[in-house]
């Protein structure tokens, strides 16, 4: 069981900067893949940015440039540094986990609101 708790978000003017971080609980975080997604009003959720277990990373092209996703083993957490931001990354932020262990499972923080003022 892995529980997330994400926190950092906030109102910001656009071009200014934020960093997200997601706090994860239990023991398998080194072996989980860990994303971020963000879901804005009457849209669908959709992934911002990924980091493997390995390290690697992948990002949604919206994004691309501007945000960065790090995770810290030692830690159980994992942060998203958001820079030039614009009005279209107003969302509420998720953290998510996934691990594979002979089936794949799947967590999700509560959320986290980011607002980019124009």
């Known amino acids: 069981q892995v529980q997330l708790v994400e926190s950092g978000g906030g109102l910001v003017q656009a071009g200014g900067s934020l960093r997200l971080s997601c706090a994860a609980s239990?023991?398998?975080?080194?072996?989980?893949?860990m994303g971020w997604y963000r879901q804005a009003p009457g849209k669908q959720r959709e992934l911002v940015a990924a980091?493997?277990?390995?390290?690697?990373?992948n990002y949604a092209d919206s994004v691309k440039g501007r945000f960065t996703i790090s995770r810290d083993n030692a830690k159980n957490m994992v942060s998203l540094q958001m820079n030039s931001l614009k009005p279209e990354d107003t969302a509420v932020y998720y953290c998510n986990a996934a691990h594979y262990l002979g089936a794949w499972y799947d967590y999700w923080g509560q959320g986290t609101q980011v607002t980019v003022s124009s």
């Open positions: 980091i493997t277990s390995g390290g690697s990373t």
């Open positions: 239990g023991s398998i975080f080194s072996i989980s893949n």
